[in-house]
Structure formats: structure tokens, C-alpha cells
């Protein structure tokens, strides 16, 4: 005859053994979500644990041996303390589960109610401690036989607590999960709760426990089913903000390859303006946290069969119905973020907008990579028009981006086949009309035209193509001065232009000095010009750099002085023979411009640094630079830049009316 107290009894021991194979089995397999894993096997370890101890108590009841006794005693309170931790591992998991953490930090999600789990759980703790000794949760009276104390009802309440909580989590974030995980995952508190109060009307069975033990195998049965699936999603998904990362949607376009409904979309390339000047002030770590914020605000103009996602750092990618493009690009314009400030603790809030770059995809047959290049070229286009909000893919675009790819090739060739040549800009000493030294700047025979820096100059700054332009300018100086001083022509210092990117290569004060010495001609008459840049990282490789120079003879220029944030800094750090004043200043369009350039004479006279103002058009500037000790003109008001002929001329007769 079998009666409920082996029923139960079995019960017990049945689910001790689930949970500890569930365990042992998971703990033995590969899995990419470590800490969940972990968790889930801890979650059932403990279960199991807890289900053996709840066993043996039955088991030993009514035995008075000491050793029976002293179990008893052992695996009651075992029992206690492990629905605690089993609470905490409940905890644990749904944390991970819905925000992939579990911690204490200031922008952990729910964390009040992690730190009220936290709390309640040491409290539960100290409570079954005190039990021990005073009985306020049960005893064993004289006859060892397990009585309920006056507290009794605190034990189950306090985890109760705790697991309400917790799964008061899963109900807020109800949309982040299907119904039947929503089920499973508080089955943790309903199955406990309904056995709970049975076990209150009948007084002397274990079905609580045995319920939790059945939610804690659901939950793991759920967790394993669901795992390929998750973990999927996890690859498709960008950690920092939860949107889509590039597999995600390029695959989403690659689904829709060749469908009609494909041509139904737009594509929005888009990035968060001045997003660097966020991190300069509030940090990288805040920085990410509004990132994350923006994706939270963002998403929830998508549609579900629309799609969005973070590209790489302010980068985003929107794939939106064409009829939900002007709403989408609308919010773009403006996107207030709050976020709370890792540093102060406190709320704090930016306001942000967004260039985008769209294609209103035009045809099936694209692979999502295309596409996405498609709307990256409209939002290049945009970023370099910078007036514009929004820049549509056109015919024209893609016209030019084809120029743009023709024209790198072609640059490449020239490179090789010797087609930049050095014009040179005379710099003339204003109270003697002398010439006391000259720019060389490239030019490009290209086609039978001379193209001027402005067509080709951006395209090679990205690129090692203008550390290569640099050599074959500077080779090129060298050998005509060589020329010329053969030929008995008197030749001033000339400057030659070298690009910060060289300044990446240990190597270029000895590769600049061989080029020198190889041409024969005394190291005084060439100059090197560096222009300042916004990159203050930097100082400290221009300083090693000049420095260099200076070691082996040259001297070094520093170019458009006063255009970058920068200028006094670079003045202060490194010993330059020459400024040269950004055209900018010289013009004196500007009221204040007078008061700038009077400084920088003076700061130059000061610390013993030539000056040569550049870009001098007028009769009046050189008048007025002459009253502020500024001498040394560059500017078409006495030459443009000449060509080798042109210049060989000037060299023969290098004065001029001032
Ligand atoms: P930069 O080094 O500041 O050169 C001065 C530019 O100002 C030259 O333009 C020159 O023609 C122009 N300029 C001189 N006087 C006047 C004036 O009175 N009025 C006006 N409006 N402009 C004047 P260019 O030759 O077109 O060169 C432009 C820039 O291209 C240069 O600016 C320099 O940064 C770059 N560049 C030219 N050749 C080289 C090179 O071989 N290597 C590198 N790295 N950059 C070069
Ligand atoms: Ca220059
Ligand atoms: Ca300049």
C-alpha cells in the first residue's frame, strides 16, 4: 500500500537526483553564456542539496541514536539556509536573464530591488542562525520531535519576499521574453506559494519544496531549450546598446535579398554629431551609457519588422519602411538623452542630433553588404557637405564616388610615374625686397592640366600616399637646388611640406637627411614645415621629431600657427625655428585680427622665433606687418607659386618692388 508520506517522500529523493544529473550535465557542456550557465548549475546544485537534506530529515525523524539525532539537527538547518541561497540564485538568474549583469553598480537596472534581495537574503540568513539557539523558528522538544517556533511563519516569508521581488523583475520586463518563459521563469513563485499553502492546511508534509524543486528543473529545461536560440540572438546583437550589430542586419538584408517587399525599405546610415566632445566631458564610460540610452529612446520609433543597429562607435544603422522614413529622420533632428553620471552620481542630460545618409533601396538583387555601402556613401556625402541634415544616395553620388576611385588609382600611378613636381613661392624680405627664401608646393601634371593641392591632397592625407608625395617633393627641391647651384644661382632656404602622418615612421629624420646628402646640397637651405594639428597626443613625436632635426642640421617651420587649438602649447613644447602665420590672421578680416597677430609678433620676437607672414595680398598688410616687426612675406602680392623655369628666372633676379 503506498501512502502520501512515501509518495512524497520518493518525490523528493526523485528530484534531488534530477537536479544534481541536470547540474552534472550542464556543468560538463560547452556553452558561450558562461555566467548564466553557472548560475543554472549552481541554481540546481543547491535545489539539489536542499531536496536531500528535506529527504534525510524525513528519513531520520522519530530515530533517537545521537548520531540520527545530530543529522537531523544538521540537515533541518541545511534546509533553511539553502532556500535562501536558493532565493539568491533565483535572483542571480533572472538578473542575467533580463540585463545580462548581476551586480550593485549605479546603472544596474531594478538595482534597488537587487540591493533589497541582497538584504533580505543576509537577513534570512542570520535569522535561521539565531533559530539555532532560541527556537523562534522551530525546535525539538523533549522527545526530539520537530515542533514550529512562535516566528515559524518569518521562515518561508522572508524568501517569499525576496522571490516576489524578483519576480515582480520578470513582469516589468514581461515583453523581453515569450509567455511561456514568462511562465517558467515565476513559476519560482507560484509553485512554492500554492504548495506553501497547502502545506499550511496540512500540516507535516514537504510539498513546497517539492514544488520549488519542479521550478527549479523547469527552469533549467527552459534555460537549455531556449540556449541556441539565445545565443544566436547574442551573436546578431551588439553588447553596449542591444541593437542589432552589422551581422544582425546584414543578414536581415540578406533574408530579404530578391523579395519585392525588399524595395519597401530605406536604409539610414546615420552618426550622432560631436559625439567626441560628449566623451571629452563626460568620459568614455559615461559616453557608452549614452550611447546605450540613445539606443533605448531610439528603438522604440522601429517598427517590428523594421530593424536597427549600432555600426561602430556613434554609427548607427536604421532599415525602415519608406513610409516611416520621414517620422524616423525627423527624430534624428533632435534626441534628448538622460543618463545618470557614472563620476557625480547624478542625472544629467545631452541633447543630441544626427547626419544621416539614406538609400531608398531601389532593387532586389543587392547583397546586404552593398546595400549598407549604398547608404554609408550617402552619409560620407553628407558628413563632408557638413550644412547638410540628411543626404539622399543620387545618381550623382554614386557618379562621383566612382570619380573618386578612379582618381585614387590614377594619384597611385602618378606617384609612380613622376607627375608631381615642386612649384616654388618666393618668400621676399619686405624692407629690402629681397628674396630670402621660398615654399615648395606640389603640383600635378595630370592630363596635360596642372592641377593645384586642393584635387588630390585630401585624397592622398588619408592614405600613406602623401607621405610618398612628401619624398618625391622634397627629392625634387634637392635636385633643382643642386641644379641651380651648379649652375651658379644664388638659392635661398626653400621649405618643403612634410604631412604629420610621416611623423608615424621612426625612420624619417634619417630618410629626409639621406635624401639631402644625396642630392649634395648644404642642409641650411632646406627647412622643414609641419602644419599644426588638433591632435595634442601627438606633441610629444613632433618635439622628438624636431629635436631630431635640429641634431642633424635642419632647421623646422611650424605652419598656419594659430588655425588648431593648439598653437601656444606646440610653442611651448617645441623649439621652432620658424612660425608662420596662418593666412587667416594676415588677412585682417576680422576686427580682433590686428590684436592676434601683434601678440604673435611679440611672442615670436621673444623667444627668438623667425615669423613669416603667409597669404599677403595687399599693399596695406605688408604696411601694416612691417609695423609689428613682421618682415618675411609669402603671398601673391609679390609671386605665385612658380614653376621650375619660372623660378629660375626669379633666382637670377631676386628683387622686387616693394
Ligand atoms: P600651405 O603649406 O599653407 O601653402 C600655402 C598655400 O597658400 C599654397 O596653396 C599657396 O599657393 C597659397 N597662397 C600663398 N600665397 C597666397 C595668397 O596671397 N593668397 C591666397 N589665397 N593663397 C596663397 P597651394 O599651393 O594650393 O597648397 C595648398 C596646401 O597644400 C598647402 O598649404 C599645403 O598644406 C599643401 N601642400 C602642397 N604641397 C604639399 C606637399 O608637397 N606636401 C604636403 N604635405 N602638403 C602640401
Ligand atoms: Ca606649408
Ligand atoms: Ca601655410
Redesign the pocket.
Known amino acids: 500500500m503506498i501512502d502520501a508520506f512515501s509518495i512524497q517522500i520518493s518525490f523528493l529523493i526523485y528530484e534531488a537526483v534530477f537536479c544534481l544529473l541536470a547540474a552534472l550535465v550542464y556543468a560538463a557542456s560547452t556553452d558561450k553564456l558562461k555566467l548564466r550557465k553557472r548560475i543554472v548549475v549552481g541554481l540546481n546544485i543547491a535545489c539539489s542539496a536542499m531536496l536531500v537534506c528535506e529527504y534525510s530529515f524525513y528519513a531520520y525523524k522519530g530515530s533517537k541514536t545521537p548520531l540520527d539525532v545530530a543529522i537531523m539537527y544538521i540537515v533541518n538547518a541545511a534546509v533553511y539556509y539553502l532556500i535562501i541561497i536558493l532565493m539568491f540564485f533565483y535572483a542571480m538568474l533572472i538578473s542575467v536573464r533580463l540585463f545580462e549583469r548581476f551586480d550593485l553598480k549605479k546603472d544596474m537596472p531594478c538595482r534597488k530591488r537587487i540591493i533589497a534581495v541582497y538584504i533580505i537574503a543576509i537577513v534570512g540568513i542570520a535569522l535561521v542562525t539565531i533559530s539555532q539557539f532560541n527556537g523562534i523558528y522551530y525546535y525539538f522538544d523533549e522527545n526530539n520531535v520537530y515542533q514550529r517556533g512562535p516566528l515559524f511563519s518569518l521562515a518561508t516569508l522572508v524568501p517569499t519576499l525576496g522571490t516576489i521581488l524578483v519576480a515582480s523583475m520578470v513582469i516589468q520586463f514581461r515583453e523581453k521574453m515569450s509567455l511561456s518563459q514568462l511562465f517558467v521563469l515565476i513559476s519560482y513563485l507560484i509553485f512554492p506559494l500554492a504548495g506553501g499553502v497547502i502545506q499550511v492546511l496540512f500540516y507535516g508534509n514537504s510539498l513546497l519544496n517539492i514544488c520549488i524543486g519542479l521550478s527549479v528543473l523547469l527552469m533549467f529545461f527552459e534555460n537549455v531549450v531556449n540556449k541556441e536560440k539565445e545565443v544566436i540572438k547574442a551573436s546578431k546583437t551588439e553588447v553596449r546598446t542591444g541593437l542589432a550589430n552589422e551581422h544582425g542586419y546584414i543578414e536581415w538584408l540578406n533574408s530579404m535579398k530578391g523579395k519585392r517587399d525588399l524595395m519597401d525599405y530605406a536604409v539610414v546610415f546615420f552618426d550622432l554629431r560631436k559625439f567626441s566632445d560628449i566623451n571629452r566631458s563626460y568620459g568614455i564610460e559615461n559616453g557608452n551609457r549614452v550611447l546605450a540610452a540613445f539606443g533605448n529612446i531610439m528603438i522604440k520609433y522601429i517598427n517590428k519588422d523594421e530593424i536597427l543597429g549600432r555600426q561602430f562607435g556613434n554609427q548607427f544603422v536604421a532599415i525602415v519602411r519608406k513610409h516611416n522614413l520621414d517620422a524616423f529622420l525627423k527624430v534624428l533632428k533632435q534626441i534628448d538623452v538622460s543618463f545618470t553620471d557614472i563620476l557625480t552620481g547624478q542625472e544629467a542630460q545631452v541633447s543630441l542630433s544626427a547626419r544621416a545618409g539614406v538609400y531608398m533601396i531601389d532593387r532586389t538583387d543587392l547583397a546586404g553588404e552593398d546595400i549598407l555601402v549604398f547608404a554609408g556613401q550617402a552619409l560620407s556625402t553628407a558628413k563632408a557637405k557638413k550644412a547638410d541634415d540628411v543626404v539622399w544616395l543620387t545618381q550623382e553620388i554614386i557618379d562621383s564616388i566612382a570619380d573618386q576611385k578612379k582618381l585614387e588609382s590614377e594619384i597611385r600611378n602618378g606617384l609612380i610615374n613622376n607627375e608631381f613636381r615642386?612649384?616654388y613661392?618666393p618668400k621676399v624680405n619686405s624692407s629690402t625686397g629681397m628674396m630670402c627664401g621660398a615654399?615648395?608646393?606640389?603640383?600635378w601634371y595630370h592630363n596635360g592640366e596642372v592641377l593645384?593641392?586642393?584635387r588630390y591632397?585630401p585624397i592622398m592625407e588619408p592614405t600613406d600616399a602623401?607621405c610618398k608625395?612628401?619624398f618625391c617633393?622634397l627629392k625634387a627641391t634637392c635636385e633643382d637646388i643642386a641644379k641651380w647651384l651648379k649652375e651658379g644661382i644664388r638659392v635661398p632656404q626653400i621649405s618643403?611640406?612634410?604631412?604629420r602622418r610621416n611623423l608615424d615612421d621612426p625612420n624619417i629624420v634619417k630618410n629626409i637627411d639621406e635624401v639631402v646628402t644625396g642630392a649634395g646640397i648644404p642642409k641650411d637651405l632646406i627647412e622643414i614645415?609641419v602644419?599644426e594639428n588638433k591632435d595634442e597626443a601627438a606633441i610629444s613625436v613632433l618635439k622628438n621629431f624636431v629635436d631630431s632635426l635640429h641634431e642633424l642640421g635642419y632647421k623646422a617651420s611650424i605652419?598656419?600657427f594659430g588655425s588648431a587649438s593648439s598653437s601656444l602649447m606646440l610653442l611651448r613644447e617645441i623649439n621652432f625655428d620658424t612660425l608662420?602665420i596662418d593666412?587667416g590672421f594676415v588677412d585682417l578680416a576680422k576686427q580682433k585680427d590686428l590684436a592676434i597677430l601683434t601678440h604673435i609678433a611679440k611672442i615670436g620676437k621673444e623667444l627668438h622665433v623667425d615669423i613669416v607672414a603667409?597669404?599677403?595680398?595687399h599693399k596695406e598688410q605688408i604696411k601694416t606687418l612691417d609695423n609689428l616687426g613682421v618682415n618675411v612675406i609669402?603671398?601673391?602680392?609679390f609671386d605665385?607659386?612658380l614653376s621650375h623655369d619660372d623660378m629660375t628666372e626669379r633666382l637670377k633676379s631676386p628683387v622686387y618692388d616693394v
Open positions: 615642386p612649384f613661392q615654399e615648395a608646393l606640389s603640383r593645384a593641392p586642393g591632397i602623401i608625395l612628401d617633393i618643403v611640406n612634410i604631412s614645415e602644419t605652419d598656419d608662420k593666412k603667409e597669404g599677403v595680398e609669402q603671398g601673391f602680392y605665385r607659386p
